[in-house]
T-cell receptor, first 116, second 110 residues
């Protein structure tokens, strides 16, 4: 079974609709992230959470909100979807080593979102 | 100016060629440098991880970091069609968030 799972894998929605993307992990990591990927722009950070009670805005948080329901679950919501939120969305997890150095991030398979 | 710049390509090479992928960056606090590989319709996965300056080799892959020039490279020797993917550089300061390049799309033709 995959360590980081995302649901749904594909979603088509209409402008103005509320939509939630979900992420679950079995790696036991404290840190979780949401990114979006657009052609030519790479991965851009939307929100991140270093533990259940810690939520931080990333580079492009406007129009998005998140919820960290448990260590293993981190959800991304689009309250009122708009067409320029059409993108590939990735969840990722990581954890610090004992030396305080950030380990690598492990990515889920992605959610393709199309907003009409 | 972006903190991390990467030529998006696409880059097309024949099988067996040596491939050079590069990123430049502006933040001198970056210490941890990574290369991720992303196959079509998949999430990125870590390929190479280097701390500070120097070289690191893993099979056909070599990662180089030149902190004085703020420049990192990934070399692929004897490239194979299975290496066709998008390669993203990423970097961070100590314990900080990862900053990604735009990704370079590589195609290795048989």
């Amino acid at each position: 079974d995959a360590d980081v799972t995302q649901t749904p894998r594909n979603r088509i929605t209409k402008t103005g609709k509320r939509i939630m993307l979900e992420c679950s992990q079995t790696k036991g990591h404290d840190r979780m992230y949401w990114y979006r990927q657009d052609p030519g722009l790479g991965l851009r950070l939307i929100y991140y959470s270093f533990d259940v009670k810690d939520i931080n805005k990333g580079e492009i948080s406007d129009g998005y909100s998140v919820s960290r329901q448990a260590q293993a679950k981190f959800s991304l919501s689009l309250e009122s979807a708009i067409p320029n939120q059409t993108a590939l969305y990735f969840c990722a997890t990581s954890d610090l080593t004992l030396a305080g150095v950030q380990e690598t991030q492990y990515f889920g398979p992605g959610t393709r979102l199309l907003v009409l | 100016q972006k903190e991390v710049e990467q030529d998006p390509g696409p880059l097309s090479v024949p099988e067996g060629a040596i491939v050079s992928l590069n990123c430049t960056y502006s933040n001198s606090a970056f210490q941890y440098f990574m290369w991720y590989r992303q196959y079509s319709r998949k999430g990125p996965e870590l390929l190479m991880y280097t701390y500070s300056s120097g070289n690191k080799e893993d099979g056909r892959f070599t990662a180089q970091v030149d902190k004085s020039s703020k420049y990192i490279s990934l070399f692929i020797r004897d490239s194979q069609p299975s290496d066709s993917a998008t390669y993203l550089c990423a970097m961070s300061a100590n314990g900080g968030k990862l900053i990604f390049g735009q990704g370079t799309e590589l195609s290795v033709k048989p």
